[in-house]
């Protein structure tokens, strides 16, 4: 890292490219330019309080493109992208105002398009890297973040694994419901506990990720 160059200011990204990359890095980006709007992931009930039109999420490939392509309903705006500090566009908004909240966190910890993509990264990561667990986990934080995990970083990250996997292995039905969250497939013939570990891992670092940008 340039020693000069890192104590200037920090900017996090927008919240279009904060779940773009978290999309693109779990494979699930759908590269398909133009066509309509889509409506991806929302929280239940949206809509109903601003009138008779009922929200239908798109399922598949309309949860999955660029967040350029996001239906936007001026009275009801997506909830995640306004939590992470996009403009309302119901005024002009000449800069955006970044701000550090606990809500923020949970989004990215909680919010389906989120868990979706962390367990897709973890099948990846599963299938893809060497068998051993260090590597899986240094595959997935390379992909999240673009660098190789400091030694520090990499003994956190195997701590976090190793707690979260005890407890998917005592709790089978808890690894079955996080791995069912989304519309990709998991992966077939892995361990579910395992899976359900790493998700949670690539979980940690997308918060850790977005919160060391701002």
């Not at 949970?106 to 890297?129: C, F, I, K, S, W």
Request: with cysteine.
């Amino acid at each position: 890292m340039n020693k000069l160059l890192a104590r200037g200011p920090h900017g996090r990204l927008p919240a279009e490219m904060i779940r773009d990359g978290a999309l693109f890095a779990s494979q699930l980006l759908v590269e398909k330019r133009g066509g309509p709007p889509v409506k991806p992931y929302q929280p239940a009930g949206l809509w109903k309080e601003k009138g008779t039109a009922t929200f239908q999420r798109d399922v598949g490939e309309g949860s999955h493109r660029r967040s350029l392509y996001t239906y936007w309903k001026r009275t009801s705006p997506p909830p995640a992208m306004l939590t992470l500090d996009a403009a309302k566009r119901d005024i002009c908004a000449v800069k955006r105002q970044a701000t550090a909240t606990p809500l923020q966190a949970l989004v990215l910890l909680n919010d389906p398009q989120y868990v979706e993509a962390a367990r897709a990264l973890a099948g990846h990561a599963m299938t893809q890297a060497e068998a051993s667990t260090g590597e899986q986990l240094a595959f997935m934080f390379r992909t999240l973040t673009s660098r190789v995990a400091s030694e520090q970083e990499s003994r956190l990250l195997q701590a976090a694994y190793d707690e979260q996997y005890d407890y998917f292995l005592a709790q089978p039905e808890s690894a079955q419901q996080l791995l069912a969250i989304g519309d990709a497939p998991a992966e077939e013939n892995l361990d579910p506990a395992k899976l359900a570990a790493l998700s949670m891992v690539a979980e940690t670092v997308m918060n850790f990720e977005e919160a060391v940008t701002k």
